[in-house]
């Protein structure tokens, strides 16, 4: 059954089969300007990505299950990709004072082999920058 995990001072539903189980994916935490495309763009921040999704902060709600069109940079390269909202919920690191964020989680769909390809090359020229950045690392 899913159950309810706080996040910050809000809770959100997990999803069932994420419980106890491991990412297929390592997440990377960035920090990358981008728009979610449908009849409007709506512009947010990539806050993790992985090669199966990414994690973004927006300023509305996004319905489960939408599907959308994400564009970003990386690399200073355009990416481009297909994705599925698969859960959304009020930001809860946001204080009071500040107007209302949401995080949604997001799938890629069908990455072409080339968007693939950058993404893989990015994920993992960005975690060999952070090791050799890293002085407890040496």
């Not at 990412?23 to 992985?50: K, Y």
């Amino acid at each position: 059954m899913g159950g309810i995990r706080a996040v910050g001072a809000f809770t959100r539903p997990m999803e069932k089969a994420r419980e106890g189980v491991g990412r297929r994916a390592p997440r990377l935490s960035v920090e990358l300007p981008g728009a979610l495309v449908s009849r409007r763009t709506r512009p947010v921040t990539v806050v993790d990505l992985s090669l199966t999704g990414c994690l973004v902060r927006c300023d509305a709600a996004l319905d489960t299950g939408q599907v959308l069109d994400l564009r970003t940079e990386l690399a200073s390269a355009p990416f481009a990709a297909k994705v599925r909202v698969t859960e959304s919920y009020l930001d809860g690191s946001t204080g009071p004072a500040g107007p209302p964020r949401y995080l949604a989680g997001l799938a890629f769909l069908s990455l072409q082999a080339q968007e693939e390809a950058r993404l893989r090359r990015f994920l993992n020229d960005e975690r060999r920058r952070r090791r050799s950045a890293d002085p407890a690392a040496r």
